[in-house]
């Protein structure tokens, strides 16, 4: 016979039982409902190492060059940068492909709300970016930066590639990635020849500024590389050899280029008026043979990428053909 203190040490060894076994079932429940932790792998960039998914869904761009980079190898970028100059809310020559992206802001002045409300798996951002928005930028997910000095670029024509290389990279898409850029030697060698073939074909690139105009150089940039390294057309006199210089309009006959492609600023109206009511200005062999281009801004982005290059090329093509 059971004594009332026997029952209530029997009761409560049941309920204690009960509770652990319902305990233990909400714990079996939870972990199945947890979602599986992402594989992930490191990517190395110029700020260390960087661990990210392997499988990226989401990724924030914070340059127009990684936006052309990541539609190169058909990956479409989740939240991208504004600027000022694009004349939209993504750069014109990229558009067709980005419509309904999300914007994060500037470059420059990255809307860190926006993207932690996007919850991306990585961001990519230029080494110029300072680091007190990239130590922020780090905080919401992994941010690689890419990118390098300027004029370390002058003694390779392919330096470009490497961002584009370590972008596909990061989608185990290498392979894809250099055969866009085999693709492009191809384009750019037979474009080439087609310039070299020319029997004149001195090139000068003038950026038209509001009172102000400027020429652009051999090196120092990737759209100058193209047009000089690797289309085959040669430097003015006054083309200058890393930086784009400012140049005076009495000092302007002294381009004696055969081709003239003109970048001119909204702001600029009055400066090119007056430059094309000059008789200084006429006597440019490519003014006066008719063969001024006026390009848009955008070939200063689009030099970065395998895209906006080839876009270059087709226009250049299109003027001298």
Same mark, same amino acid.
């Given at each position: 016979?059971?004594?009332?203190?026997?029952? &209530?040490?029997?009761?409560?060894?049941?309920?204690?039982? *009960?509770?652990?076994?319902?305990? =233990?079932?909400?714990?079996?429940?939870?972990?199945?409902?947890?979602?599986?932790?992402?594989? %992930?792998?490191?990517?190395?960039?110029?700020?260390?190492?960087?661990?990210?998914?392997?499988?990226?869904?989401?990724?924030?761009?914070?340059?127009?060059?990684?936006?052309?980079?990541?539609?190169?190898?058909?990956?479409?970028?989740?939240?991208?940068?504004?600027?000022?100059?694009?004349?939209?809310?993504?750069?014109?020559?990229?558009?067709?492909?980005?419509?309904?992206?999300?914007?994060?802001?500037?470059?420059?002045?990255?809307?860190?709300?926006?993207?932690?409300?996007?919850?991306?798996?990585?961001?990519? /951002?230029?080494?110029?970016?300072?680091?007190?928005?990239?130590?922020?930028? +780090?905080?919401?997910?992994? %941010?690689?930066?890419?990118?390098? +000095?300027?004029?370390?670029?002058?003694?390779?024509?392919?330096?470009?590639?490497?961002?584009?290389?370590?972008?596909?990279?990061?989608?185990?898409? /290498?392979?894809?990635?250099?055969?866009?850029?085999?693709? &492009?030697?191809?384009?750019?060698?037979?474009?080439?020849?087609?310039?070299?073939? *020319?029997?004149?074909?001195?090139?000068?690139?003038?950026?038209?500024?509001?009172?102000?105009?400027?020429?652009?150089?051999?090196?120092?940039?990737?759209?100058?590389?193209?047009?000089?390294?690797?289309?085959?057309?040669?430097?003015?006199? &006054?083309?200058?050899?890393?930086?784009?210089?400012?140049?005076?309009?009495?000092?302007?006959?002294?381009?004696?280029?055969?081709?003239?492609?003109?970048?001119?600023?909204?702001?600029?109206?009055?400066?090119?008026?007056?430059?094309?009511? =000059?008789?200084?200005?006429?006597?440019?062999?490519?003014?006066?043979?008719?063969?001024?281009?006026?390009?848009?801004?955008?070939? *200063?982005?689009?030099?970065?990428?395998?895209?906006?290059?080839?876009?270059?090329?087709?226009?250049?093509?299109? /003027?001298?053909?």
């Amino acid at each position: 016979m059971f004594t009332n203190n026997k029952i &209530l040490c029997l009761t409560s060894l049941t309920l204690v039982t *009960l509770l652990t076994a319902c305990g =233990s079932s909400n714990t079996d429940e939870n972990a199945e409902a947890a979602p599986p932790e992402k594989e %992930t792998r490191v990517i190395s960039h110029l700020k260390g190492e960087s661990e990210v998914p392997v499988e990226i869904d989401k990724i924030v761009v914070l340059s127009a060059a990684y936006i052309d980079h990541l539609l190169t190898i058909e990956e479409l970028p989740y939240g991208v940068n504004i600027e000022a100059r694009y004349g939209g809310d993504y750069p014109t020559y990229l558009e067709d492909q980005l419509e309904g992206v999300h914007l994060v802001g500037s470059a420059d002045e990255p809307n860190l709300e926006a993207i932690t409300e996007l919850n991306p798996d990585a961001i990519l /951002v230029e080494s110029r970016t300072p680091d007190d928005t990239y130590d922020l930028l +780090e905080q919401i997910a992994p %941010t690689i930066v890419l990118g390098t +000095e300027w004029l370390e670029y002058e003694e390779d024509p392919d330096f470009w590639t490497n961002d584009l290389l370590k972008i596909a990279e990061l989608y185990d898409k /290498v392979e894809l990635a250099e055969e866009k850029i085999e693709e &492009l030697h191809v384009k750019t060698a037979d474009a080439k020849q087609i310039v070299e073939s *020319l029997d004149n074909r001195k090139l000068a690139y003038l950026r038209i500024r509001e009172d102000m105009i400027q020429i652009y150089a051999e090196g120092g940039h990737p759209m100058n590389t193209l047009l000089y390294e690797d289309l085959g057309f040669l430097p003015t006199d &006054l083309t200058p050899k890393e930086q784009r210089e400012d140049i005076s309009l009495e000092a302007i006959p002294g381009i004696n280029a055969d081709y003239i492609m003109l970048e001119v600023d909204p702001s600029a109206s009055n400066t090119i008026e007056e430059m094309n009511e =000059s008789e200084l200005w006429k006597q440019i062999p490519a003014v006066h043979n008719n063969q001024t281009y006026e390009t848009d801004s955008f070939w *200063l982005f689009k030099g970065w990428g395998a895209i906006g290059r080839g876009q270059i090329i087709d226009e250049i093509i299109e /003027v001298i053909e």
